[in-house]
């Protein structure tokens, strides 16, 4: 992947996959400490210890179109090239945390991305699913909940284009108040 | 550019949606709607299916064509991602592959409006998934 925030998308898919009702998306660009670190968390259905270890082996996967799985093996790898690591915690029917930790300013750290557009697309695509965003940086947070949105929507679906170009700069200018690099 | 945008601005949007949604006939039944779906797994993301994606749902709506643009997981057609799957109301879903943004309007123009097959259809035998 090109991009950290396609990461994300790609990951927050198993945990769709997995039937998770709420996803919470944590990103923490720690320039201090010369790390960015990225945090998905579901209560999907989760998995065993032992599938667990062994999910970060491309020939482990839950589906039965194809014998390979990728997400988590390229994931894993991108955080690990970049001088970071990789941890999944999973409990079954309580679900999924996987966090990856990447060196900030290591050359080998894919760029964050498009982050905005990713969320917004993901809970425009997933209406009953509860998203929630966090964005830590060396000057501040934002966060963003799909169920306070969806609140103030009061009814509207949240997959208008009105709606979703709304929440795209709204995430985009509160991120740049936060001098994310997203 | 002044003040930052808040989650409050949003009621504005929600108003003017309300007004516009109650002149359209078709909202209160998606099978009546053109219905898109784009694989979105490892495969599909890493090929460029977010740019599909954000393609068909700002163009759908710039053409005025009511759609519902979802995503999906992967259709096994790994070599042929970003793989779209367009249903016609009342037609059999048709999967097109290696689609970019150059794809996704000849596919608008031709399939969506017209009804026109466009080149780069998947399988013929094609089932929908049935996701859950």
Do not use: W
């Amino acid at each position: 992947m090109k991009e950290l925030s396609l990461h994300i998308l790609d990951i927050v898919q198993n945990s769709l996959e997995a039937g998770a009702g709420n996803i919470g998306i944590l990103i923490a660009e720690k320039q201090n400490d010369d790390q960015l670190i990225i945090e998905i968390t579901d209560n999907g259905k989760g998995m065993t210890q032992e599938y667990a270890d062994r999910v970060t082996d491309p020939y482990v996967t839950g589906r039965k179109t194809r014998k390979v799985g990728l997400g988590l093996p390229l994931f894993r790898q991108n955080a690990e090239k970049s001088g970071g690591s990789f941890t999944l915690s999973s409990a079954v029917g309580k679900g999924t945390c996987v966090m990856a930790v990447f060196g900030f300013s290591h050359l080998d750290r894919p760029p964050l991305g498009d982050m905005a557009g990713t969320f917004v697309l993901m809970a425009a695509a997933n209406p009953k699913v509860r998203f929630s965003y966090h964005h830590v940086t060396d000057s501040g947070e934002y966060r963003l909940d799909t169920a306070e949105v969806n609140e103030m929507l009061d009814g509207m679906p949240i997959s208008e284009p009105e709606v979703i170009r709304f929440l795209k700069s709204l995430i985009r200018e509160n991120l740049l108040e936060i001098k994310s690099e997203a | 550019m002044g003040e930052v945008k808040s989650l409050a601005d949003l009621r504005k949007i929600k108003e003017d949606l309300r007004a516009k949604m109650s002149l359209r006939e078709n909202s209160n039944n998606p099978e009546s709607l053109v219905q898109i779906k784009v694989a979105m797994a490892t495969c599909g993301i890493a090929s460029g299916a977010k740019q599909v994606m954000d393609f068909f749902i700002e163009e759908l709506e710039k053409r005025n064509i009511q759609a519902v643009v979802t995503q999906t997981g992967c259709m096994g057609y790994c070599f042929a991602e970003p793989t779209v799957e367009v249903t016609l109301p009342g037609k059999d879903p048709v999967v097109y592959g290696y689609v970019d943004a150059a794809k996704a309007d000849n596919i608008i123009e031709k399939y969506i409006k017209n009804g026109e097959l466009v080149d780069g259809i998947i399988p013929v035998n094609y089932e929908t998934i049935e996701k859950n």
